[in-house]
C-alpha cells in the first residue's frame, strides 16, 4: 500500500503549485520541476512537500472566515470535520509526523485538532504555517544514513524516517483533495486551479 502512495505522490506532483507563507511561489519548489534534481533525500521529499503545502495554505487563506464552520450537507457527511477543523488536523498531524521522526512525543489527539487553541482562521493558519516551519526544518535532517531508522508512534508508526515523511504528503494531499470540494461547494474555484 505503501508504495502505491508513493506513486500516487509522484503522479501528482507536476500539477502542484508551491506557495511560501506569504502566499508567493516558491522559486526553488518550482525550479525542481522545471530540470533541477535533488542532489539529497530531504531534498527529494521536501521538494514535494513544499508544493502540496503552499496549495493547501492556498485553500485555507481562499476560503471566507465564516465559512471556516463548513460541513458539507448534501451527500453522506455525518461527522465530517468542518473546513476549519481539518485546517486545524492537518496542522496538528505535520506535528504529530515530524515529532515522531525526532523520537518526541506528538500531541494527542490529532483527529480532532489536537491541544492546540487555534478557532479563528488567522489563528489556524498561524498554526499550520507553523506545522509546516517545523516539517521543513525536520524533515531537513533527513538523510541517505538515517532514512531507514525506525521511527515509533501512533501517526504513521511504525515505519521509517523517510516512510513517515512520504506519509506527511500524502496527508496533506488526501485534505487538501476533500477541501476542494469544500470551497467549491461554496462558489470558490481554488487558488492552484485559478492558475
Sequence with gaps: MKQGI????LACVPVCVAQTKSGTVAKKAQRSFIGEVPTTVA???SQTLQFVEGNFLGLAEAMPEDKYGYIPTSGKFDDARSFGEQVKHVACAQFAFFMEF??????????RGGHDPAKTKAELIKYLKDSFDYSNRVIATLTAKNALDRVEGRY????TKLGISVISVWHVTDHYGQLVEYLRMNGIVPPMTQK
Design 6 to 9: 508513493v506513486l500516487l505522490l
Design 102 to 111: 525526532e523520537g518526541k512525543k506528538p500531541p494527542d489527539d490529532c483527529e
Design 156 to 159: 504513521a508508526g511504525p515505519n
Design 43 to 45: 531534498g527529494s521529499v
